[in-house]
């Protein structure tokens, strides 16, 4: 299929989100929006599919164009996803991380030894992240307990030309996996880390953000190398705003000196000029 490129925030309003991926225009909830109207109702009533939950709260996609084939391509910040209608009413990419692969990109693309740097990728989705690293450089480990998702990534790396960049790809619990990591003595130059707010790892091992971070964010600790220079955490749960995450790094990096933490929402502008908030990011580095 010939799809058009790129991605667009149309419009957000009564807890609802209009977005453009490539060719198609969805139209998907955004709960955490407020109720108030909707700028351009004309954009809504062009969209393409629509995410609809039912009285049980059970979601399906409506396709209102006949002609919507899944999966399809769109570029969202320079790289390239596959898109799919998912059950979840996702669509395996997360347009809020546009400026932490940018980030990566810039801080990875020049390292101060000259030498390809190590990355941990942790809950890595369908591989924003792992891709931004892989290409600018770095050597990245992508992380995800959910194998559907672990393909999806590979996918996009076909993508993006990257088949044959080196990433290793593990289905596995993060914190489990971080825990062997220390024990083997494997160290990381950075670490990212996008954690949902519950889920179930490999053998129905549950995941709670809440209670779950610190000991994740010190077992993180323990592998990132002596002269490591970043780490970037992000999530998507109420209460989790930017100041609870530096402070949640500040106590799990308090054995490295120096180096900054900054804070920032995930958020994207819309064309009618509200702001969609999606999360929360905090980063350090030196």
């Known amino acids: ?106 801080r990875i693309g020049s390292p101060a030894t000259g030498q390809p740097i190590e990355v941990l990728d942790l809950f890595a989705h369908t591989g924003g992240s792992s891709l931004a690293a892989a290409r600018a450089g770095a050597r990245v480990v992508h992380v995800d307990a959910a194998r559907p998702a672990l393909a999806w990534a590979r996918r996009n790396a076909a993508l993006n030309g990257l088949t044959d960049a080196p990433i290793r790809w593990i289905a596995d619990d993060a914190t489990a996996f971080t825990r062997r990591e220390a024990r083997r003595g494997r160290r990381y130059d950075g670490i990212v880390l996008d954690p949902p707010s519950f889920g179930h790892g490999p053998g129905g091992r549950p995941w709670q953000l809440a209670a779950d971070l610190p000991a994740l964010l010190e077992a993180c600790a323990d592998i990132l190398a002596d002269d490591a220079g970043f780490m970037v955490l992000s999530a998507h749960t109420p209460g989790f705003e930017g100041n609870r995450l530096a402070g949640l790094l500040s106590d799990a990096l308090r054995g490295f000196p120096g180096g900054t933490i900054e804070t920032d929402r995930l958020e994207i502008e819309s064309r009618t000029g509200r702001r969609l908030g999606l999360g929360a990011m905090a980063r350090w580095s030196r």
Request: a negative charge; hydrophobic letters at 40%.
């Open 1 to 106: 299929m010939d799809d058009t490129p790129g991605y667009a925030l149309i419009d957000i309003g009564e807890e609802r989100r209009l977005e453009r991926f490539g060719r198609w225009t969805l139209d998907r909830p955004a709960p955490a929006e407020g109720g108030f109207a909707r700028r351009d109702p004309a954009a809504w009533a062009a969209a393409d599919a629509r995410f609809e939950l039912d009285d049980q709260g059970t979601g399906r996609w409506v396709t209102i164009a006949p002609e919507v084939e899944t999966p399809w391509t769109a570029t969202v910040g320079d790289l390239a996803f596959e898109i799919r209608l998912a059950r979840s009413g996702q669509v395996g990419c997360f347009p809020e991380q546009v400026s932490t692969w940018a980030w990566l990109t810039e």
